[in-house]
Every structure is written in structure tokens, then in C-alpha cells.
């Protein structure tokens, strides 16, 4: 089944604005101005500040949520349904998972590679599928377990690469990369446990998915914005690269602002992007598939990778080719994307048959998913899909 110019619209919102938003935050850290009272030009290096812009662009999907809202409840036959009441706390503990993990990949994203940044985050699929079975009760399929395999082999290659890798800039020195390569990883960790407690304490609730994204983006604006007084005091040495060494310091990016605008581009760009992004993946879900949207994701690495190789921002490296294509393996196991191709194979047809009947329940949800993004799936139609989607793949990898 062919997709039609409105699923092809939204792949591309999806694809593009799901690069650039991790193209302009690595581009506001690649600038250097002066800072207040007259001190020297320094880089601008404030990854809270980027955090507080991303978690703004996902409070603003609230905004959006309640315009539809109110649009459609002027139609004659309302047709979004708006979800049921609950209580905004759900989200919070899901919300603070989110800027814990948020943080600490913008502070990796200013010691690494934008490319190694987003093929790492890859590593989610690993943890979510172990914690899905510890704290789920979830049964893992043998092709998803091999799945996190394939992922735990293309995340050594991809640091394997970075490790053999030359730096064009001295800012990203060996013990940098390799120090902000772990945080990524480890900010996966936090993405998992975030998805898990969505799965188990919101996902049961008939949430829209827009009010959702906004709700938890509210709760991270609100207390990182709040944390930014004490970080202001909080004297880190070494660990900053601003000129106070504290953890953060907004003043200074202000100020930084304020003498270069370019810098206010590019975290625009980050906010809306983000906004754009999500409204995007929920609706690639709803009118395509969630594996699609699945794909798609693992997709935006290669158009970062080929960006910031054209920009100049970083060397090619082959091995980074190969772990892309490992990793992107791992995750079309992992969500079942070989399927349609076993189908097609007579011997290998009742293998996909068996494993169809044994899953129970849903998969974890990927990056960004969030509750209610799955409702209303016709497995049917996500075959198909995925069967298009597969087709797609094979053109854009002969070409």
C-alpha cells in the first residue's frame, strides 16, 4: 500500500525537523562570543539554558493541544477526542526522568560528535526491553533479544570510531569524546525508566498524545527554570567551561546572546524543531505506524551524519558507517521490521506466524512516544506499512 502525499508530508516534518533539532543545538555549542562585564570571547557552552528552550517547545504542543481542542468543538461533529481527565502529577515523575536525561546528553552533545550523539542514543532499545521485563512483566521475542544484541555490537563500533577518530577542533579531546560518549549511554538509562513509568502508571489512561508531550514539557520548563538560581551559585571548577565555573550560568548566556544573535537562531531552532518534531512522530503513529515512526528516527542519524560531514563539523570515519548500519539493524529487529521480508520467504513464513502468536501485549514505546501514541494500531495495516517502508529502505540504501 502506497503512502499518500499527507504520510509522505509527515515523514519528511518528522525527518527534517528531527535532524535540526540536534543539528542547531550542536550548532549553538560551535559559537563563541563575549559574556558579561566585559569578558573575553569564550564558547558558549550552557546546556541547561538549551535544555529549558527544549522543554518550552514541548510546553507549547500543550497550547497547541487546547487550540484544536477548541477549533474542533466549534464543528458541527466534534472529531478529536480530547482523552479522559487525570490528574497532571502523573506526569511528573515521567517529566523529571525526561530533564534528568535531557541535561545530561546537551552537557555529552558539547564533548562529542552530533552524529555519534544520535546513533548512541540508540542504546535505549537495550535498557527499555530490560526493564520492560523486570518491572512489566513483558516476554521479549528471540528477534528482539538479537535485536539488542545487534544494538550492543553497532554501540562499540560507533565508540570505536569516535576512539580512533581525529578531531578537526581542539575542543573535543580524546578523554572529552569518550567522557561524553558514556553520559549519552547513561542518559538512555534514565529514557528507560522514563518510558517504563509511562508504560505502567499513564499509559493505561486514554491521554492524548499532544497533552501529554506538553504536560510533562510544563513540569520541565517550570523546575529546571527554578534550578537554574541554584546553579548559578553552584562552583562545579574545571567541570564548566564558563568563565565563573559554576553549573550554570544564564546570565552569561544572555549576555552571549545578546552580543551574537546568531546563537538565539539556533536555539529557536532547537525549541521549535522540537515542537514540530513531536507533533510529527504522534502523527506519523496515528496515520502510519509506530515502527514507521521507529525507523524514521533511526533514519534522522544518517541526515546529521551527512550534515555535519558537508558542514565540516567532523571527519569521516568508516566505522561509523558500519555502526549506523549495525544499529539500524538492531532496531528492525527489535521492532519487527524483518517480518515482512521472512513472509515473503516460504520456509521462514511460519517463523514470522509463531512469533506473531507468541507477543503479548505492546513494545516499549520509542523516543518521544508517549501515552496514548499507540491506541487505535491496525496490525494490518502496520504490515503493510511496514512492508512500503521496507521497499523505501532498500531503494535509498542501493542508491
Given amino acids: 500500500m502506497a503512502w499518500t502525499k499527507y504520510q509522505l508530508f509527515l515523514a519528511g516534518l518528522m525527518l527534517t525537523t528531527g535532524s535540526l533539532n540536534t543539528l542547531s543545538a550542536k550548532w549553538a555549542d560551535m559559537f563563541s562570543a563575549k559574556g558579561c562585564h566585559d569578558e573575553p570571547v569564550h564558547a558558549f557552552s550552557h546546556p541547561f539554558v ?19 481542542i477548541c477549533t474542533d468543538r466549534r464543528r458541527p461533529e466534534p472529531r478529536i477526542n480530547p482523552g479522559q481527565d487525570f490528574h497532571p502529577l502523573l506526569f511528573f515523575a515521567p517529566a523529571m526522568c525526561d530533564m534528568t536525561a535531557t541535561c545530561i546528553m ?9 552524529s555519534s550523539f544520535q546513533m548512541l542514543r540508540g542504546a535505549v532499545i537495550i535498557f527499555t526491553g530490560l526493564l520492560s521485563v523486570t518491572f512489566l512483566g513483558r516476554r521479549l521475542q528471540k528477534s528482539q533479544w538479537l535485536g539488542i544484541l545487534t544494538t550492543i555490537v553497532g554501540l562499540i ?12 577542533d581542539d575542543t573535543h579531546k580524546l578523554s572529552d569524546v569518550i567522557t561524553g560518549d558514556l553520559l549519552i549511554i547513561m542518559a ?42 541554584p546553579m548559578y551559585f553552584i562552583h562545579v571548577g574545571n567541570f564548566s567551561d564558563n568563565p565563573r565555573q559554576v553549573l550554570e550560568d544564564a546570565l552569561d548566556a544572555f549576555c552571549q546572546i545578546g552580543h551574537k544573535p546568531l546563537i538565539l537562531l539556533a536555539l529557536l531552532g532547537n525549541t521549535v524543531s522540537i515542537a514540530f518534531f513531536n507533533f510529527a512522530g ?10 514507521t515512526r521507529m525507523v524514521l528516527d533511526s ?50 513464513a511460519h517463523l514470522v506466524a509463531t512469533e506473531e502468536e507468541e507477543e503479548g501485549g505492546g513494545q516499549p514505546r520509542g523516543e518521544g512516544e508517549t501515552a496514548g501514541g499507540r491506541q487505535g494500531a491496525d496490525p494490518g495495516r502496520e504490515l ?16
Fill in 299 to 348: 533514519l534522522r542519524t544518517l541526515v546529521i551524519w551527512v550534515v555535519s560531514l558537508a558542514l565540516g563539523w567532523e571527519q569521516f570515519h568508516g566505522l561509523q558507517v558500519l555502526g549506523f548500519l549495525v544499529l539500524l539493524v538492531g532496531t528492525a529487529l527489535y521492532n519487527g521490521l524483518h517480518r515482512p521480508l521472512l513472509a515473503r520467504i516460504p520456509c521462514c
Fill in 50 to 68: 538549551q535544555a529549558v528552550g527544549m522543554f518550552m517547545g514541548e510546553f507549547s504542543c500543550l497550547a497547541v493541544f487546547y487550540i484544536l
Fill in 157 to 168: 563500533i560507533v565508540g570505536l570510531a569516535d576512539f580512533f577518530s581525529k578531531h578537526k
Fill in 106 to 114: 546537551y552537557v555529552a552533545l558539547n564533548m562529542t560528535s552530533a
Fill in 188 to 229: 538512555q538509562v534514565i529514557v528507560s525508566v522514563q518510558m517504563v513509568l509511562e508504560e505502567k502508571f499513564v499509559y493505561k489512561h486514554d491521554v492524548h498524545p499532544l497533552k501529554a508531550v506538553g504536560t510533562e514539557g510544563f513540569f520541565g520548563f517550570v523546575v529546571l527554570s527554578l534550578l537554574l538560581i
Fill in 384 to 399: 503493510k506499512q511496514e512492508d512500503t517502508l521496507w521497499r523505501t529502505l532498500s531503494g535509498i540504501v542501493c542508491f
Fill in 282 to 291: 504522534i502523527s506519523v503513529t496515528k496515520e502510519i505506524s509506530a515502527t
